[in-house]
């Protein structure tokens, strides 16, 4: 009987300590009241209506149901635009277990729970596209498309999100204060890392090649035989942009579960990530280029979509670079912030225009018809806000801005 | 079988397509004695017909004696009888305009998922007064890019040259119809709990048992022709041929895309009739083949690579460190 209560007692405070950080119910619930929760609250309360019945009545509810245009914003932002933008796992954990840069050692597990996330909600985005979500593990165990593209990615985006579950699985049980497990985490690390290279390369670049079978419908200034490495090259710089912007914003406002170490760092660790990113941006730019040269477009760049398509090299991609290598230069971690938000909104774009807008461009009402309902732009909100809302969840609990000082000789 | 089976290509073209066949049920010399005789001949192949080029980048032009359709966009008149046929063998729900409503006709349609094929009015660039009329359907292309682009395999191009589409493995991803060249696959959005793709089979199970597909039974005019691809490819080069003046010299369809099984001879350049024309002339499917046969080089080579790069960056770590512990032990 007393046994009894002390375990409850114990329950209720290890609950208390990790789910309410230490605070009661009222106390927490009082921290919650905040204009950005609110607005959140918004958001979700008429979003997460919309994705409800749009599994109760057909996915013509929450989409423009286009024969013309199966795709819209889910997988054109989510998939297309979620995945690149969640490379930070694979390209910090490379740069830090892999290449010996030591110094970003801080910045790392904020790199792979970011890629985590990302990956999960382009799982989600995915549930929520697709006809049949109950149906997603069809491509491991029911049929196999090897021709297929799309089953690669299916494979990939699976086995990587694994990857990053065990990647991240050291920061969970730092958090629920395990001892035994940390060794054999550590020791895979390098394995995960690897193979986390080969998956991220392979199906970063396979969300190009998808486009490769669509020749006659994606506009020849996006189409080409190297969209693989487009997507890929992309990929990386949009990665290191990622970092900088989440660990600016983390440092902004989750301050106080940041330590010393994380926030002392942060400006140089900016500053050298920024350098990555505009070397990366450049070899980019290059690569596009070469595109246009090898496939002898440059006619086609001054007709209304061949300026859409300068708009988005040189301003979104050239000029964002010009403004990290001069923030580099000047050493203004501000401006490195500025042009790293600049190129994630860069990335963003070239997806939507591969996916979205450049897609059928040749069909009549065809910038007409890619407008997408208010009810789809709703659930994607709703998505974003359950997105950011669970980065800050585990960015308040778990040790990834901090360092626990009982597993400091872990890693 | 009754009779020795008859090509019905090798008939002599007598008739000219365009006026109503009273008879149409065997125009072009096809009725459904001769189809059972070809299939019977075809029996023996389709058994040895393997699955399309899967990734290993093996070579392959198509199945032989694969059926086909030739339509003659010359004598299509817009009457929408095969919409009607196609309509009824496919069980589809009535559409929302009756098929003898005319007004159809002001908007340009697509497939859908009620429609597996729909006609559609063009203006006629020769005389402005006698519109054109082409009929949109599944091409069934001889390396169907659905196929290739489907992650569970759910369309399959058969011997017989449908492309068809199983829903028992189709999840609803939709890749298919981002990867048909055409735009015809549909899909049923409509439905919560079984929503699938929508389109032509070839009437696959008609051709399969000796029949024709529904709407070129239906046809008054004699536009559309069932029959083997490789023998409509010289019907229609014969066509070409005697009457020069009615039609463009070009088949559609004999390498568009890599070639599909259904085709059509026209009398204005395609164009004009909203057909793509900016289709590489190989296999769509041979613009990905590249990307995945890299694949199992990066599976291999990448291990390597990146643990020689983690095993160099740690050498020149302990290279330092040694640096250092001997320049403290001189000093």
């Given amino acids: 009987m007393n046994g009894k209560t002390i375990r409850q007692d114990n329950f209720r405070s290890w609950f208390m300590d990790k789910l309410l950080m230490g605070m009661t119910w009222p106390e927490y619930i009082r921290t919650l009241i905040t204009p950005f929760n609110g607005v959140a609250a918004v958001i979700l309360s008429i979003g997460l209506p919309i994705i409800a019945l749009r599994y109760y009545n057909g996915l013509y509810f929450a989409t423009h149901a286009s024969q013309d245009y199966p795709w819209g914003l889910y997988l054109g932002w989510g998939l297309f635009g979620g995945v690149p933008l969640s490379a930070t796992g694979f390209v910090m954990a490379t740069a830090y277990y892999i290449f010996g840069f030591r110094k970003y050692r801080s910045l790392v597990r904020l790199g792979v729970l970011t890629g985590l996330l990302g990956y999960l909600f382009a799982v989600i985005y995915l549930l929520v596209d697709i006809g049949r979500p109950w149906r997603i593990y069809y491509p491991m165990a029911i049929g196999f498309g090897t021709a297929s593209i799309l089953f690669l990615v299916a494979w990939h985006v699976s086995l990587y999100l694994t990857v990053q579950i065990l990647e991240f699985s050291p920061v969970i049980l730092e958090w629920l204060k395990s001892k035994r497990v940390i060794r054999w985490a550590t020791m895979m690390t390098i394995g995960m890392t690897i193979a986390g290279i080969i998956l991220s390369t392979l199906h970063q670049s396979a969300l190009g090649a998808m486009y490769l079978l669509a020749p006659g419908k994606l506009h020849p200034l996006w189409y080409s035989s190297h969209l693989p490495v487009f997507f890929l090259s992309s990929s990386i710089y949009a990665a290191l942009a990622m970092v900088i912007v989440v660990s600016a914003l983390a440092a902004r406002f989750l301050r106080d579960k940041a330590d010393q170490t994380f926030l002392g760092n942060l400006p140089r660790q900016t500053l050298g990530l920024g350098r990555g990113a505009a070397v990366a941006m450049y070899v980019y730019f290059c690569l596009k280029v070469i595109g246009v040269a090898h496939d002898d477009h440059w006619n086609l760049l001054t007709s209304g979509y061949g300026l859409w398509f300068l708009v988005e090299l040189l301003g979104f991609v050239l000029l964002p670079a010009t403004i990290m290598s001069y923030g580099v230069k000047t050493e203004s971690v501000a401006t490195v912030r500025f042009a790293a938000f600049y190129a994630v909104l860069g990335l963003l774009l070239n997806r939507i225009n591969v996916s979205l807008i450049m897609l059928n461009w040749n069909l009549p009402h065809h910038l007409h018809d890619i407008i997408p309902p208010w009810k789809e732009v709703a659930a994607v909100m709703a998505i974003v806000t359950i997105h950011i809302l669970l980065f800050r969840w585990i960015l308040n609990r778990m040790p990834v801005l901090r360092e626990d000082p009982a597993y400091r000789d872990a890693h | ?331």
């Fill in chain 2, 1 to 331: 079988m009754a009779k020795e089976p008859r090509n019905p290509m090798e008939e002599p073209i007598d008739e000219t397509p365009g006026k109503p066949d009273p008879g149409k049920n065997t125009c072009r010399g096809i009725n459904r004695r001769v189809f059972l005789g070809s299939m019977a001949a075809l029996g023996g192949t389709a058994a040895l017909g393997s699955a399309a080029r899967s990734a290993s980048g093996a070579e392959f032009s198509g199945y032989p004696d694969s059926f086909g359709m030739l339509t003659d966009l010359t004598a299509c008149v817009g009457c929408r009888i095969c919409e009607e046929a196609c309509n009824k063998v496919n069980n589809l729900p009535s559409p929302d305009k009756p098929f003898d409503d005319k007004s159809v006709f002001d908007e340009t349609r697509r497939t859908t998922a009620k429609a597996y094929t729909v006609v559609n009015r063009f203006e006629n660039p020769k005389e402005k007064d006698k519109p054109l009329y082409r009929k949109v359907q599944c091409n069934h292309c001889k390396e169907p890019a659905c196929a290739t682009a489907c992650p569970i395999h759910a369309y399959s191009k058969t011997p017989e040259g449908a492309v068809v589409y199983n829903p028992d493995f189709c999840f609803g991803c939709r890749y298919c119809m981002i990867a048909c060249p055409f735009n015809i696959p549909a899909y049923d959005y409509w439905s919560a709990l079984e929503p699938k793709i929508m389109k032509c089979t070839l009437c696959y199970p008609l051709i399969s048992t000796g029949k024709i597909p529904a709407c070129a039974e239906a046809c008054p005019m004699g536009a559309l022709t069932f029959g083997k691809r490789d023998e409509l490819i010289k019907l229609a080069r014969k066509r070409i041929a005697t009457a020069p003046g009615r039609y463009i010299d070009h088949i559609y369809g004999e390498t568009e895309a890599g070639g599909t099984n259904w085709m059509y001879i026209s009398g204005v350049p395609f164009e004009d009739l909203g057909f793509p024309t900016n289709l590489p002339h190989r296999p769509l499917v041979e613009a990905t083949q590249g990307f995945l046969s890299a694949v199992p080089l990066v599976f291999t080579v990448w291990p390597a690579l990146f643990t020689m790069c983690y095993v160099a960056a740690h050498h020149r770590e302990s290279e330092d460190k040694d640096e250092k512990e001997n320049a403290e032990v001189k000093k």
